[in-house]
């Protein structure tokens, strides 16, 4: 891999270099922020000025990773807001999005490019006034279906030989209804709302104090508390951005455990999970040197140019792509697959 970025950058010409001598590049378009939540919450603004809640996985938007500045064709730039390495960058066009996407594959520099993609909740869950319940061995009463049967009661125990102390799960959601009795106690006042750009995650929908109280009713007699993290306002929409928000503002807050209850349609699901796996290595000072040859595999074209690296990285590992002709046997992560991968990523790296 090393041979091939440095012919990259020998073959490619400086692009910036060259757009910023032909005054194509007007960096007052460029909005730059120092602090994470102010540029958090200007690309919160920038989001609410476009089109979303639908499912379009292509729209005006594009996003860029680069830790070196970049001059780039503004002429048909409508906002840029730059923070964190990110520049989030709004076209005129979905086609000059499309155009852009292509143009920033080329810079050197560039870590990756990817559209702005949007994800949301069809159902808005409604309150349940009947609901069943099941007692557990150390006399707990639970509401959650199935918690008996995974004896949530023993994962308590044994959690409760291990720590004393407090654990933070941030949940990625709709928001959290602080008011509701059955959680009382277990919400922490530090959320936030990505959706609105305040400190009042309320919930509209239900999902979110749905997960909350799932993760309360079986973490009993454990000091578990919630960081609830609003990323879909009322209509239901929210996208990738908003939510890679949540979880740095998670990170930053301390969280133990970050827990998202989204899914997105099988067909624009791509080889990412590895993708995070390796992210976490490069987090933790892993070694991931390992790389692997990954153009023989048939769908070596569902991996996006950004996730190339970890894919390689993974394939070298034996982390994935352990069938002969596919990357991934099913066309995309099932649970199966995932659990696999993070088993023998734990066992790589002895976890």
Known sequence: MAEEENAKTE????????VAKEGLFDDKKVQTF????????AVSEMDKNKDKHTLNNVENFVI????????????KVVDAIRYDDIYYIQYETIQDAKDAVETFQSYPTVEYVTPWSTIEIID??????????SQDTNGYIHYSWGAIDMKVDVLSDYVATCTNDSVTVAVIDTGVDATHPYLSGRILGNGYDFADNDYTPNDLRGHGTHVAGTIVDCTQGLNVNILPLKVFGSEGGADDITVANA???????????INLSLGRPKDNSLILDDAIL???????N???SASADISGYTDVSRVDSYARDAVEWAVGMQIMGQNTTNLNPAGYANRAEIATMISRFAQTYNM
């Open 11 to 18: 073959l490619v010409p400086d692009i910036s270099e060259q």
């Open 34 to 41: 120092d602090s994470f939540m102010e540029g958090a919450q």
């Open 64 to 75: 860029i990773k680069t830790e070196k500045d970049i001059a780039f064709d503004t002429n």
């Open 124 to 133: 808005e869950m409604k309150p349940v006034y009947s609901i069943s319940s």
């Open 247 to 257: 979880i740095q503002y998670a990170i930053n807050a301390g969280a133990d455990i």
């Open 278 to 284: 390796y992210r976490f290595a490069q987090f933790k």
């Open 286 to 288: 892993f070694d991931v």
